[in-house]
């Protein structure tokens, strides 16, 4: 195992009963979880779900099952995370296809949702997410991206696999996503820095 992280370090003292290390822990990985998960719902699942609170779901499920978590290197937490970000999609897609044959359905307040309920925790992993105007800057620029490139940046950058991860599971070799990461970063500075702050 590689030496501990900051993450690692945060988790630790989650489980040591520390929830102000769980909140920090959370908060570092929202960003990237939000991009995550954006990108993993389709459009029409866009129509019924919020970013926010699929990304409140994953966090509530992560708090739920921190246990179960094992550490084996730096990014284990944002893959855990991505597979946490799948199920809750196919739980909320699920949902939708019952509730559109029974009735209606009620999502938690937000900003495109200002008359929905509360959450009962106002502490909730979802208030971290202040950051909402740089995600959404952020989304903007990852969707003006060819796709390849998009999906190179969400591999590498986001979920933070290493260039053998990405080959296999790309099936290209080593220097090519080497290559395709390397190209795919340069246009995304071009358009970070062509874009009006």
Same mark, same amino acid.
């Given at each position: 195992?590689?030496?501990?992280?900051?993450?690692?370090?945060?988790?630790?003292?989650?489980?040591?009963?520390?929830?102000?290390?769980?909140?920090?822990?959370?908060?570092?990985?929202?960003?990237? @979880?939000?991009?995550?998960? =954006?990108?993993?719902?389709? +459009?029409?699942? #866009?129509?019924? /779900?919020? %970013?926010? &609170?699929? $990304?409140?779901?994953?966090?509530?499920?992560?708090?739920?099952? @921190?246990?179960?978590?094992? =550490?084996?290197?730096?990014? +284990?937490?944002? #893959?855990?995370? /991505?597979? %946490?970000? &799948?199920? $809750?999609?196919?739980?909320?897609?699920?949902?939708?296809?019952?509730?559109?044959?029974?009735?209606?359905?009620?999502?938690?307040?937000?900003? #495109?949702?200002?008359?929905?309920?509360?959450?009962?925790?106002?502490?909730?992993?979802?208030?971290?997410?202040?950051?909402?105007?740089?995600?959404?800057?952020?989304?903007?620029?990852?969707?003006?991206?060819?796709?390849?490139?998009?999906?190179?940046?969400?591999?590498?950058?986001?979920?933070?696999?290493?260039?053998?991860?990405?080959?296999?599971?790309?099936?290209?070799?080593?220097?090519?996503?080497?290559?395709?990461?390397?190209?795919?970063?340069?246009?995304?500075?071009?358009?970070?820095?062509?874009?009006?702050?």
């Amino acid at each position: 195992m590689e030496p501990p992280t900051s993450t690692f370090t945060l988790l630790e003292q989650a489980r040591a009963g520390d929830r102000q290390a769980l909140s920090h822990t959370f908060e570092k990985y929202q960003k990237r @979880l939000a991009v995550l998960v =954006y990108f993993k719902l389709s +459009s029409e699942a #866009r129509a019924f /779900s919020e %970013i926010e &609170d699929v $990304v409140q779901d994953v966090f509530l499920r992560a708090f739920r099952d @921190l246990d179960r978590f094992q =550490y084996q290197s730096p990014g +284990s937490f944002l #893959r855990w995370l /991505s597979t %946490i970000a &799948d199920h $809750v999609i196919v739980d909320r897609v699920r949902y939708q296809n019952r509730e559109r044959r029974a009735g209606e359905n009620v999502a938690f307040r937000s900003p #495109r949702n200002p008359g929905g309920p509360e959450p009962r925790d106002t502490q909730t992993p979802s208030r971290l997410f202040a950051q909402q105007e740089a995600v959404e800057r952020l989304l903007d620029r990852l969707r003006a991206l060819p796709e390849d490139y998009r999906q190179a940046i969400l591999l590498a950058r986001v979920e933070g696999l290493s260039t053998a991860e990405m080959a296999e599971r790309l099936g290209k070799s080593r220097e090519a996503v080497a290559l395709l990461v390397y190209r795919a970063v340069k246009r995304f500075r071009a358009i970070c820095e062509a874009a009006p702050r």
